[in-house]
């Protein structure tokens, strides 16, 4: 495997009264809306906190930060790529009361709990997203700490 092809991302779990937020995008080697979590890659000068709160920002407009994480998943993508992704785990007690995508591949917000994802018309991204909301629902939370940050 080419070092050009291994992807490092996050992923924002935020869930909001028993309700995940996930966004809905065009899936560009499909060409169809898909629904994912807040996600994206990690730049080259990033730490992964930082990463992930920054992704969370720009397609959401939300401004929170993690309180702990679900671990790494992998995917083996139909475009030849592999990708390693990190979960975070968000918990926000309140929301504001105004947000919205900053970029502009999100093209809309949705609330949605298990039962509803389920039933969706729109297909999710991947496996990952699915696997991230039943490790979320298993209890998993790993505490940032075990994250060490950059030396």
């Known amino acids: 495997m080419s070092r050009d ?13 028993q309700r995940f937020l996930l966004v809905e995008e065009i899936d560009k ?4 809306r898909v629904l994912n979590q807040p996600a994206g890659h990690v730049e080259p000068d990033e730490d992964l906190l930082t990463a992930v709160a920054r992704e969370l920002q720009e397609e959401t407009g939300l401004q929170l930060q993690p309180c702990a994480w679900l671990g790494l ?7 030849g790529h592999r990708y390693v992704r990190i979960n975070f785990v968000f918990e926000p007690q309140a929301l504001p009361h105004f947000y919205a995508p900053q970029d502009s591949d999100i093209l809309a917000l ?8 389920a ?3 729109l297909p999710l991204r991947s496996q990952l997203v699915s696997d991230a909301i039943a490790l979320y629902q298993q209890g998993i939370r790993l505490p940032l700490k075990l994250i060490q940050p950059p030396r």
């Not at 998943?73 to 475009?79: D, E, G, I, V």
């Not at 949705?110 to 994802?117: E, K, P, T």
Request: aromatic fraction near 6%; include cysteine; charge should be positive.
């Open 5 to 17: 092809t291994l992807h490092l991302t996050v992923a924002a779990i935020v869930c909001y009264q």
């Open 29 to 32: 080697l499909t060409g169809k």
């Open 73 to 79: 998943s992998q995917l083996q993508a139909a475009n």
């Open 110 to 117: 949705h609330w949605l709990d298990s039962a509803q994802i």
């Open 119 to 121: 039933k969706s018309t």
